[in-house]
């Protein structure tokens, strides 16, 4: 079954076209990745799959819905963990997480994610004073604490040392293990092909390739960009 469908997708930013033409499919169960040069239009894929961007032409169904014309109820079935962006610097870290519950609508269950990824005693600090490692795992623990059917994640591991990333791929995989599906952007071969069921490298806001076989990703997500 389908959880992700685009077809045609396109977004163009003046005379910049982010997104070309993008056609996809996700199945549920899977954990796909998105490969591609910086400006290649991962940032904007994303932000349109999420409900955060309008897109210009073409059609998106995330869960059966567009995220777009019915973020509400998108939002509730999906994390989201977007690239380099921080809590809120004002809140402590438990009043976060009750803040992305109540824009969610959604209850939390994340005492496993404070003890897997070293949390504990740092929810009553001020976001501010946490360590960029602190302030990514909140952002990871926000991503995946509802539960959802799927979860966005860009470049998931930046900033964390080497024991949490280890537990953050074991997460991962345990969430495909029990039917979620998780849709990953990242720079990284690495990550992609030790995680990845199939791989989407994007060019110039086009997938040029789709990969089922991810060993030896380098070479062909080399190839793909020539």
Known sequence: ???????????????????????LEVKKGEIVGVLGPNG?????????????????????SVLGRDPVKEPVEVKKRIG???EREDPPSFL???EYFEFVSDVRETDIESDRWIEKLNLKGKLNKMTQDLSKGERQKLMISQAFFHDPDLVFVDEPL???DPV?????????EEKRENG???FLCTHVISLAEELCDRVFFLKDGEIVEEIEDVDNLKDKFLDSQE
């Open 1 to 23: 079954m389908a959880v992700i469908n685009v077809d045609g997708l396109e977004k163009s930013f003046g005379d910049v076209n982010a997104l070309n033409g993008v056609e």
């Open 80 to 82: 989201a963990l977007p």
């Open 40 to 60: 290649a239009g991962k940032s904007s894929l994303m932000k349109a799959l999420t409900g955060q961007l309008e897109y210009d032409s073409g059609n998106v």
């Open 180 to 182: 979620g599906t998780i």
């Open 158 to 160: 930046v900033n964390l």
């Open 92 to 94: 402590t870290g438990s």
């Open 164 to 172: 949490i990333q280890e537990r953050v791929k074991e997460l991962f």
